[in-house]
């Protein structure tokens, strides 16, 4: 099993795409501006075949592109419906995007909710609700791989930001706390924006999260 990433769009996100290296068969976490055209050509030359999107919150810069690669790959979007107004009707978002930025709706089939056990490239996921920086945020666990796509809601260091509508910092401390920093330390994360940490090291370094 492989797990690539590529740096796209304005506010310089993490798109996550992990393969089976026998299959080809792939699996998306996030769709940021730009993503389409960069995993297109990291597509065609290992000869992929996208089986899936996983969508971690339903702020602009993270679905920016999936009703692109809905309409082209006719795959399934996993995302928490209590993101759906986002999903739906990002223009909603636009007083805090980049100026110049369109974002298209898109309608995720598959509504996922805590606790949800996905069956993703022959292997388990498991959902977590993380609440706080959006209602629907949520974050998937590789457990065969140990690794954890965390969106916005953790970060090397720091945590998602909450000042946005319908953000709820001290929920997220709280969910953060019993759903994510349970996991074992050596679980390896890899977040919406910036570098790779892993649970331990977050457990002994985060400022945000101490008691």
Request: hydrophobic share 40%; net charge negative; aromatic share 8%.
């Amino acid at each position: 099993m492989a797990c690539d990433h590529f740096v796209c769009g304005p506010l310089y996100n993490n798109c996550y795409v992990v393969w089976d290296e026998e299959t080809a068969d792939a699996v998306l976490v996030d769709t940021p501006v730009g993503s389409f055209d960069v995993y297109g050509k990291f597509a065609r030359k290992n000869h992929l075949k996208l089986r899936a999107i996983l969508l971690t919150h339903g702020h602009w810069d993270h679905m920016a592109e999936a009703s692109i690669f809905q309409e082209k790959y006719s795959v399934p979007l996993h995302a928490h419906g209590d993101d759906l107004p986002m999903f739906t009707n990002p223009a909603a978002m636009m007083g805090y995007a980049v100026p110049g930025v369109e974002i298209k709706p898109c309608n995720p089939g598959v509504l996922v909710v805590d606790g949800d056990k996905l069956q993703l490239l022959g292997k388990e996921w498991v959902v977590r609700s993380v609440a706080g920086h959006t209602p629907g945020g949520v974050v998937y666990y590789f457990t065969s791989e140990n690794l954890l796509f965390s969106g916005d809601s953790l970060f090397r260091g720091s945590v998602g930001r909450s000042d946005l509508p319908r953000g709820d910092g001290k929920l997220l401390i709280e969910q953060l706390r019993s759903r994510v920093l349970t996991l074992p330390e050596s679980v390896e994360v890899l977040p919406g924006h910036g570098a790779r940490t892993t649970i331990g090291n977050e457990l002994r370094t985060n400022a945000h999260l101490r008691p």
